[in-house]
């Protein structure tokens, strides 16, 4: 076998069959979504939500309701628009 063509073959090969027994970044896989989760939990005002029956920061549930009617109600029934130069005035 011609020798020129062996060494620069098996240098060229040594480093690819080297890299197959290495472990593929255990740093990165470990804490991969970690950046993610953080700012989600971050994110999140009482993470002991589900465990705590009482009510949540916030507004009580009839007063929520009718305000979500009255938001409905408001798409299905606009207002109709006055001059754009009277705005505020008159009502």
Known sequence: MN???LRPG???LLPLA???CMA???NTEANLGRAM????NAQTLN???RADARNPNGVAGSTA???YQAYEKSYKS????????TIGVGK
């Open 3 to 5: 020798r020129t063509f």
């Open 10 to 12: 098996l240098a060229a």
């Open 18 to 20: 080297l890299s197959g």
């Open 24 to 26: 593929v970044a255990p």
């Open 37 to 40: 989760t953080d700012l989600k």
């Open 47 to 49: 993470p002991g939500a």
């Open 65 to 67: 309701h009718s305000s």
């Open 78 to 85: 606009p207002e109709p628009q006055s001059n754009a130069f």
